[in-house]
């Protein structure tokens, strides 16, 4: 069991999939710029995105204030949606993952393992609409009040043939961090 740092983010995207609908409106009350030494999209109060944008925004630049917007979008607060996760974790069979918020920041209670990132990210992965998102390296997103220019941190990109995902963390307790995809003739390949 270790802390993963923003990996965490493929369960709030799975979550975020499974129970929103990408069309959904979002109104932001966060600012990110209150959230110093934090990975962020760059969200502030007034903001109106689509859950899509928000969820290019938690998975290419690892936007921790995306996933606060998440979470009190799809459970109207971070303690329920937190509960959502442990849920989900329950159901997918994850015995040695407990998640205590929707990012990653280090936290007591936070923690997986490399199987179980395994597990949830072949989940994730049967999803169209996660593999987009987790395939994409740069996107502009249009809100209410700003443009986002959002690429992604996965430096497989580039460096390996078939690379299609998937997210990289760092946190002092978990340091560098990396669920990465491959696939090549039809086989993925998940570490």
Do not use: W
């Not at 990996?7 to 609908?21: C, S």
């Not at 998975?59 to 996760?85: C, Q």
């Not at 987009?132 to 997103?141: G, K």
């Not at 009040?145 to 946190?171: I, W």
Request: no cysteine.
């Amino acid at each position: 069991r270790l802390p993963p740092a923003s990996l965490t983010k493929i369960m709030t995207a799975l979550i975020a999939l499974e129970r929103g609908h990408l069309d959904d409106q979002v109104d932001i009350d966060l600012d990110s710029r209150t959230m110093r030494g934090s990975t962020v999209m760059g969200l502030v109060p007034g903001e109106r995105l689509s859950l899509e944008d928000l969820l290019y925004g938690l998975m290419l630049p690892s936007g921790n204030d995306a996933a606060l917007a998440i979470a009190k979008h799809i459970s109207g607060s971070t303690d329920a949606f937190v509960a959502l996760m442990n849920q989900r974790a329950a159901e997918a069979g994850l015995v040695n993952t407990h998640f205590a918020n929707p990012h990653g920041l280090d936290a007591t209670g936070h923690y997986t393992s490399a199987y179980d990132l395994a597990v949830l990210t072949r989940l994730a992965m049967q999803r169209q609409d996660f593999r987009t998102i987790v395939n994409t390296r740069f996107r502009v997103v249009h809100g209410a009040m700003n443009t986002y220019s959002l690429g992604t941190l996965n430096p497989l990109y580039g460096r390996l043939e078939g690379v299609d995902g998937v997210k990289t963390g760092f946190t002092r307790s978990a340091r560098q961090t990396l669920v990465g995809s491959v696939t090549r003739d039809g086989h993925r390949v998940i570490v």
